[in-house]
């Protein structure tokens, strides 16, 4: 079976999977011998309960970077189905009690945590966690809170809603009566903070025994700078062209302060790993003052956007948005490296020329023998002088220059950059006729 | 457009999630 078959094959399983272990609970309450009805709205708020805990546990399996989970699909599509199914599994939560509360107001006393049982002020301890930690999430900008700072609320707000919503399914005590249901909802408990443990714990201990060296930090161009690593008395990792890592700097791999980044530096010469980094967020508008033989640790590498996932593509497109080109940049590197002669066409926006990052390199690379590579440049801002495209990425320029490429089916295209240009340049390709399948994609900006 | 797709799949997971649930308090009233 080639590559593409494979992949579709055990994306499908992985989705089946996740069905499985999501609808479980309710397939168990359906089966098991249970207590009698006590009508429909109260029966079905419960099912959906159980059922919005399962989806509630299963959010730390999608966000535990497994690489084999992640591979079929790329690493952003997971944080993003996280992020939706987030909001599903929010919605399914909060309707447990809404429904309860409609068919009997009397129950709204419940929401008096000084004065409710203990099962109830552990439902609604739940439910409030879980509003604060979606809320948290879907307008981290707007409420100024600070990456490092949400990421670590994140983990300890969704840690307390599961825990929380375990204790209230145990004191309620209804459904959980037989050994099969109680051994079922302990295997969910056990198997979530064997899984934490390893995320927090043993992760970051495997880390900590392999640290890293900054060797170098250089500005380039288009505010950014890069940043050299070197493995500090261990053989460092392998990774391929357009993968990406999560890089700690001036903190220990247990503070949780990592952030991830694509290399930059060619697949081929992994004894120096290079990322390219913009100043752009509260992280990164520090990376200028690190300076060498710092300590650093990393968490890689991750992701399917790389080229070697299709070693019998004919002809490889990339289309990069401002700094959206550093893993484009490792792949254009690790071919010339390797001496890869396909044809290759690079669509490259910035906003104007001056901070197009790796210009002069890019442009060796054009000139050499190592590589087939063609350049298109489009500008926001362009020089007075300039001939060349202008604007934004649009369908047509993409027409114009993918002429070359026909047909469609016979390359594979990466697209890396801003959101908005992502999502056009994606629904161009489409509308060329480029097969979906054939378009990968590097997602970095969720939250 | 995988975008498109895993919300969907997300939407999915929901409204199935709902139909087994009104399945499983029907059963249980009757």
């Known amino acids: ?447 | 457009m995988r975008q498109r797709l895993s919300t969907a799949l997300a939407i999915g997971v929901g409204i199935l999630i709902l139909v087994l649930s009104a399945l499983f308090a029907f059963l249980q009233n009757h």
């Open chain 1, 1 to 447: 079976m080639t590559q593409k078959p494979r992949r579709y094959l055990q994306g499908i399983l992985w989705i089946v999977l996740y069905l499985a272990l999501t609808l479980a609970p309710l397939f168990l309450l359906l089966v098991g011998p249970a207590p009698s009805g006590r009508g429909f709205w109260r029966e079905f708020s419960v099912a959906i309960g159980f059922a919005g805990l399962a989806m509630m546990c299963l959010q730390f399996v999608l966000t535990a970077r497994f690489r084999w989970l992640k591979a079929p699909y790329g690493s952003d599509i997971v944080y993003f189905f996280h992020r939706q199914v987030s909001l599903v599994a929010f919605v399914i939560v909060l309707a447990h009690p809404l429904i309860l509360f409609i068919e009997d107001p009397a129950r709204l006393g419940l929401l008096n945590v000084f004065a409710a049982p203990w099962r109830a002020r552990f439902g609604v301890t739940s439910v409030l966690a879980l509003i604060v930690l979606i809320a948290s999430s879907l307008w981290r900008k707007p409420l100024k809170i600070h990456y490092d700072a949400w990421r670590i609320g994140h983990g300890l707000l969704a840690t307390a809603a599961v825990a929380l919503a375990m204790g209230h399914i145990v004191l309620v005590g209804h459904h959980v009566g037989t050994p099969a249901k109680r051994a079922l909802w302990i295997g969910y408990g056990i198997f979530w903070v064997g899984l934490l443990a390893y995320v927090r714990v043993i992760k970051p201990w495997l880390e900590m025994r392999r640290p890293y060296v900054v060797e170098s930090v250089t500005p380039e161009r288009g505010n950014a700078w890069t940043l050299v690593l070197r493995p500090d008395g261990h053989s460092g990792l392998t990774f391929h062209p357009g993968q990406f890592a999560w890089l700690t700097l001036r903190s220990s791999p247990f503070a949780d302060r990592e952030h991830p980044f694509s290399f930059s530096s060619s697949a081929a010469q992994p004894q120096r790993l290079g990322f390219t980094i913009r100043e752009l967020g509260d992280f990164t508008r520090k990376i200028g003052q690190v300076r060498p033989g710092e300590r650093a640790y990393l968490d890689g590498p991750h992701g399917g956007f790389t080229t070697d996932r299709h070693e019998h593509a004919a002809r490889f497109v990339f289309i990069a948005g401002g700094v959206g080109i550093t893993p484009i940049m490792s792949i254009l590197r690790t071919l010339a490296d390797r001496g890869d002669r396909r044809p290759l066409l690079l669509v490259y926006a910035s906003r104007d020329w001056e901070g197009v990052t790796f210009r002069e390199e890019i442009e060796q690379l054009r000139a050499s023998s190592r590589l087939d590579l063609c350049v298109v440049y489009v500008l926001e801002r362009p020089p007075a002088d300039w001939d060349g495209e202008r604007g934004f990425v649009t369908a047509d320029i993409l027409r114009r220059h993918l002429s070359n490429f026909e047909p469609p089916s016979a390359f594979e295209v990466f697209i890396c950059g801003p959101q908005p240009m992502m999502d056009a340049v994606e629904r161009a390709l489409l509308g060329l006729g480029v097969d979906v399948g054939d378009i990968h994609t590097e997602r970095f900006d969720l939250v």
